[in-house]
Structure formats: structure tokens, C-alpha cells
DNA sequence: AATGGCGCCTGAACGC
DNA sequence: TGCGTTCAGGCGCCAT
């Protein structure tokens, strides 16, 4: 479920309330995408740093007191998957049936839900050092990242033989559009999705970007979009969903011309779009 | 090197 | 009511 604009609203909800915090107790429910890769009782005593993100990826930096660790401290890497969602609790509840990881500290408790458990939490010596390091190599440039400019990312488009959409979901162009913000920022720049990337002209991949951006920022400010599952680490749901213009919406009138958004299916997802506003 | 497909899981919605 | 099928926000891995 989770693409970039959820995973910044949780990163932000999360993040004031665990810093400084700590670690009392952890525990592990049925298993995740990974294991955790280190025995729960070695997080006990450590503290909470800043959580941060990376495309689709959270970091939580976990210090052992007293220790100096340098510039890359340990911590763990948190991904939400298709399901997943994080949440924060100065009181723990009783664990539901899809929490799979809680860790308790004193300033409260950070779990993970996830129903389908594509989601994973890792543990890493550091961010830059092997597993964390290995599963960030392959992202893309972050959306808002100033030196992704245009003309970088209509050169990274020239390499690729793809439809767009599917190099958008690839993340190797820029981190953060899944399905959804794919499609939204498709239709926003008028670009059929099938469109192969070495066909998009300098002006219309600059339009595609800053579309891309402007979707996910928005995105961001509505609190994400909750189609099932996701929430804030407080329970608050996003309303993004509210506002798609083509997502989920088969068969309804295109909101500038009318004609019905069509859907399809691309590297076996689907895709919706307007037939009439995009354009190869 | 790049690309397409698979598989990981569960739950909800749908058709018969 | 019940059962089988299809689909769902992601992404690492494998074979080609």
C-alpha cells in the first residue's frame, strides 16, 4: 500500500514522539519479509535517534549508550509493504492479530501492522553497511532531491526501452511513485502510460517530473491515501484517495473531458488513465 | 546490462 | 450460505 507520501506521514507522526526513547523491550510476531538479523535482546538499553526516510524505506537509528559510533550509528530498517503501518502509543495495547513487531520503550511503544507481511524490519550496524546499505543501493534519486533536475531525468528516461509508467514504478528513475501516484502523475503531465521513456521529448519529461512532485507533495499534505489499511503512527487516516483523478476510477467521467477512464494491465498492475488527455 | 515474471502473504469482493 | 477466483498500495530475486 504504503508509497512515499504514506511513508513521510508516518516517518513525521512517528518520529517526535520515539526520539531520545528507550528500548525496554522488543517483540516478534509471526515473520516478515526478512528476519530481523540480530537477537531481540540486543535493542534492550538502546536509544531512539531521529527516524528518517529513504524512498520507500524508514530508518531508525538505535545507539548503545556510552558507545561512540561515529557518523553511521546501527538501527533499523522498516519498510511497510503492500499492508503495513506503524504506530506509536505512549500506553501499548494489547497486540492484534497482524502485529508483527513491537518494540516498547519508555516513552511508549512503536508497532508494526501488517496483515500480508511484505513489510520488514532489519537490523543494520549502520546505513551504510551491508544489509541496510544493500537494499538502498538500488533507489533512484528522491523526488525533491535539487540535483534531480529535468534534463537529468529526461536523460535517465533516454536509457530505458519501457513504457513510463513502468519505469516510474521501477524507481530507478526517482524513488516514491507507486501505483497510485504513477498513474496520477501520468494523467496530470498527459502522457499515455504506455508511452516508451525514449520517446518522451526534454519538455514533456519536465513536465512528468514536476507532476510527479507536485502528486507526491500533496499527497504528503493530505495525510497519504487510505484505501484499507494505512494510517498515521496516531490512527489518522489520509484523504489523497479522495482527490485522484483517474485511480480506482474505471469507467467514470474523466474530470476534464469526460470521456470514461480506462484501465489496463502493464508488468501484470493496473493502470488507469484517460484515453483521451494522454498522449503518446 | 536490462527486462519480464514470479513469489512472498492475507483478506475482501465478486460470480456462480 | 458456501466455495472458488480475482485482485490489492511493493519489491527482491531469478531466468532470459
Not at 50 to 73: F, N, Q, S, T
Not at 197 to 223: E, F, K, Y
Request: charged share 20%; hydrophobic share 40%.
Amino acid at each position: 500500500m504504503p508509497e512515499l507520501p504514506e511513508v513521510e506521514v508516518t516517518r513525521r507522526s512517528v518520529a517526535g514522539g520515539l526520539q531520545g526513547a528507550r528500548v525496554q523491550a522488543v517483540e516478534m510476531g509471526l515473520p516478515l519479509r526478512w528476519p530481523l538479523g540480530c537477537p531481540l535482546d540486543d535493542l534492550v538499553g538502546r536509544v531512539a535517534g531521529a527516524m528518517a526516510r529513504r524512498g520507500k524505506y524508514l530508518w531508525l537509528p538505535l545507539v548503545v549508550p556510552g558507545v561512540a559510533e561515529g557518523e553511521d550509528p546501527p538501527g533499523l530498517l522498516m519498510h511497510l509493504g503492500m499492508s503495513g503501518a506503524l504506530s506509536f502509543a505512549p500506553q501499548a495495547p494489547a497486540p492484534g492479530p497482524w502485529d508483527h513487531f513491537r518494540l516498547h520503550t519508555d516513552q511508549g511503544c512503536l508497532w508494526l501492522t501488517d496483515p500480508r507481511r511484505f513489510g520488514a524490519v532489519v537490523y543494520s550496524a549502520g546505513r551504510q553497511v551491508a544489509p541496510a546499505a544493500t537494499l538502498l543501493a538500488r533507489l533512484g534519486p528522491e523526488p525533491f532531491d535539487p540535483a534531480l533536475t529535468p534534463a537529468r531525468f529526461h536523460a535517465a528516461l533516454q536509457q530505458r526501452r519501457t513504457p513510463v509508467k513502468q519505469a516510474l514504478l521501477s524507481g530507478e528513475l526517482v524513488v516514491g511513485a507507486g501505483n497510485i501516484y504513477a498513474c496520477e502523475a501520468l494523467f496530470l503531465a498527459g502522457i499515455d502510460p504506455r508511452t516508451p521513456c525514449a520517446q518522451i521529448g526534454p519538455q514533456r519529461a519536465a513536465r512528468l517530473l514536476a507532476r510527479v512532485q507536485d502528486v507526491l507533495a500533496q499527497a504528503i499534505t493530505a495525510g497519504g491515501s487510505t484505501l484499507k489499511d494505512f494510517h498515521d503512527a496516531n490512527g489518522a487516516a489520509g484523504h489523497y484517495q479522495e482527490s485522484a483523478r483517474v485511480y480506482g476510477r474505471e469507467g467514470e467521467p474523466c474530470s476534464v473531458c469526460g470521456t470514461p477512464i480506462r484501465r489496463l494491465v502493464q508488468a501484470q498492475r493496473s493502470t488507469y488513465h484517460c484515453p483521451k488527455c494522454q498522449r503518446r
